[in-house]
């Protein structure tokens, strides 16, 4: 493991991204757009399976936010990712960082496994089934969130 992230970290990739203060500044900008934009659409849909807005319909929430929360996952896998390969061998060690990777993992094999018993606009799934997967969901993504802030404030 250590081999793989030191040549992580050799990447011309990563190299450019520590000698660039626009390059590193831009892909930060995307890793928070992402993150922005997945907690922004988790959070209302989260709170509509809990039993908030109930004259909007469920289904009409889904149909939007899901997607952008997917866009968003992406732009925040794909720009951290990058981030990541600055400064492989530190953040890997960083248990901020390491509980951050389980509380998306968890999040995301949640959301599918959810979409996947129950369809993607999860018709048939009971008020209970939803309200248990959305206090998951909102303590993994706003966890992942709070322990990637808490990443920048360890040594």
């Known amino acids: 493991m250590e081999t793989f992230l030191a040549d992580l ?7 450019y991204l520590r000698t660039s203060r626009w390059g590193y500044a831009a892909v930060s900008a995307a890793h928070i757009l992402g993150i922005a934009l997945l907690v922004g659409a988790v959070l209302p849909l989260n709170l509509r399976l809990l039993g908030a807005w109930r004259i909007v319909p469920q289904s ?18 794909i720009a951290g990712a990058m981030l990541f390969s600055v400064r492989a061998q530190e953040y890997a060690t960083i248990g ?8 998306i ?9 959810l979409h996947r018993g129950y369809g993607f606009l ?9 309200a248990g997967h959305a206090l998951v969901s909102i303590a993994c993504w706003v966890g ?7 990443i920048a404030f360890v040594d």
Request: glycine share 6%; charged share 15%.
């Open 122 to 130: 999860l018709e048939g799934a009971s008020r209970a089934r939803l």
């Open 96 to 103: 901020f960082f390491q509980a951050k990777l389980v509380l």
């Open 60 to 77: 009409d929430l889904v149909r939007v936010l899901v997607p952008a929360a997917v866009a968003g996952l992406a732009i925040a896998a």
């Open 9 to 15: 970290k050799a990447t011309p990739l990563a190299q």
């Open 144 to 150: 992942a969130l709070v322990c990637g802030r808490l």
């Open 105 to 113: 993992t968890l999040g995301v094999v949640s959301a599918l496994a």
